[in-house]
């Protein structure tokens, strides 16, 4: 039997959730399940429940996404939770952030295949990218590291004022206490921790939620961004 026959059919809640684009969300799962798998990207394990742990996980983070923004999913892997969030959210910008060549070619295959305009594939860290990707509104996140070391690739990336949505299990509530510290010195002003999917994941997604103020990053990142922003501009003069 072959990866691609263990993918379930699709529940209920995905036709509620995708709407218009159920159709491209379920040719999305059949392309994890047969070349996300073949490719290394997600384990052949995670297949039969990729509807439950992944889609529809990743899509409810919406709920918390504000109207018309601009998202950088830092880490995007496989392009969870940016993929999903893009199906249901046309309204959005997004730039999918990763570092790895065969990544991207698969998020760039999808982008393609599924008509997803409003979305871009960009290869790269997060500490190279800034000062060439404008800050964003919202950075999104999903098991890329832990919240103090993440927060420092993410924080970075966003407009004054924005804020870093990342979906975490069990351990939100121990890791948001132990990037209390690091939070600070990145110009966060509030964090909470927020739970979405009431109706159509159970257990329901877990979202840690970081608000920045006017200096996303601290001083030190102030400083670098700064310093970018003269440089295009020099450029743009030459």
Not at 97 to 109: A, D, G, S, Y
Not at 213 to 229: D, L, T, Y
């Amino acid at each position: 039997m072959t990866e691609a026959a263990e993918l379930p059919p699709a529940p209920e809640q995905a036709r509620e959730v995708f709407g218009d684009r159920f159709d491209d969300a379920v040719r999305y799962a059949e392309l994890l399940a047969e070349a996300g798998v073949q490719r290394g990207l997600i384990g052949p394990r995670e297949v039969p429940r990729l509807w439950e742990r992944h889609l529809l996980n990743c899509a409810v983070l919406s709920e918390v996404v504000p109207d018309g923004v601009t998202v950088c999913d830092v880490g995007s892997g496989a392009g969870l939770p940016g993929i999903p969030l893009a199906l249901v959210r046309e309204d959005l910008k997004i730039t999918l952030l990763e570092p790895l060549l065969r990544r991207t070619t698969f998020l760039t295959e999808v982008v393609e295949l599924l008509g997803l305009d409003h979305v871009t594939v960009v290869r790269g860290r997060a500490e190279e990218v800034m000062g060439k990707l404008q800050p964003v509104h919202v950075v999104t996140a999903r098991a890329v590291a832990p919240l103090d070391r993440l927060a420092t690739w993410g924080v970075p990336l966003l407009r004054p004022y924005g804020e870093m949505l990342a979906l975490k299990g069990d351990t939100a509530e121990e890791e948001l206490k132990a990037a209390t510290t690091a939070l600070s010195k990145l110009g966060a002003v509030g964090t909470s921790i927020v739970q979405v999917g009431e109706g159509i994941v159970d257990p329901l997604s877990t979202v840690v939620r970081v608000e920045v103020g006017e200096s996303p990053g601290g001083v030190r990142f102030a400083a670098k961004r700064a310093k970018a922003a003269r440089t295009g501009r020099t450029r743009r003069r030459r």
